[in-house]
C-alpha cells in the first residue's frame, strides 16, 4: 500500500494485511519507516504517530497490530511502554528498535515482554522480516545482543522453538533426512516437514545448513 499522508496518521478501515503501527519520537524518522513498511504488500500501516498514547484507538481497533517502537524516553521504561500497549490491546506484539545493543537495554526489552529487538542502524529489509515473524508469534532477537549476553540469553531465545522443533532441529543436526526423523519420531514425514517449516520460519533462516549453523551459534544445541 501507498502512504498517501505524510503527516502523523492514524487510518480507519480493516487493513489488507498485517496491520502495523508505527511509534517514533522524531518526525522524518517514523515517515522514513512508515514509508518502507508500507511498500510491502502483506503489510499496512494502520498509525504513524509520536507516541504510544496517540496510537491508542488504533492498536484497539486492529486485532494482531506490530507495534514498531523507538527505545522509550529516560523517563519512561520498557515496562511501562507495553503495559500501555496491553491496555489497549492484548493481542498487541512489540518490535522495538534500540540505539545500541547494551546489555540493559536490551534485557530490559525482553524482560518487559517485548517480542522484537532490533538494533537501530538494522537493515530495513531486517526490520521488515521482523514485524512479519514477530505477527507470527515468534521472538526476533538482535545477534549482536545475544552474543553480548550469552549464556544468560539461552533461556529466553529457547522458548522461541516448542519442545518438538527442538528434537526435529536435534536430528538435523545430526545430518538426517526427513525419512530418517519421521521413523525416529514415530510421525510422517510430511509432518517432520511442517516441524521443519516452522523452525526456518522462527530461526529466520533459508535452509537446514543456516537453521544448525545459527542454531549452534544461539546455544540451542547442546
Known sequence: MTATAIDDVTRSGDPGGIPVVVVQQHRVLREAV???LDAEPDLDVVACVATVHEAASAIARHHGTVVVLDEPPAQESCHSVMSELRAHSDTARAV???TS?????VSAAVNAGI???LCNDTPTSSLVQAVRTVAGGACVLDEDALRQLAGTWQPLVQPMLSGREREVLGLLAHGSS????ANQLYVSTETVKTHVAHVLRKLDVPNRSSAVEKATRLGLLV
Open 96 to 98: 522495538m528498535l534500540l
Open 178 to 181: 526427513n525419512a530418517e526423523i
Open 115 to 117: 517480542a522484537g529487538v
Open 101 to 105: 545493543t547494551e546489555v540493559s537495554l
Open 34 to 36: 512508515q514509508l518502507r
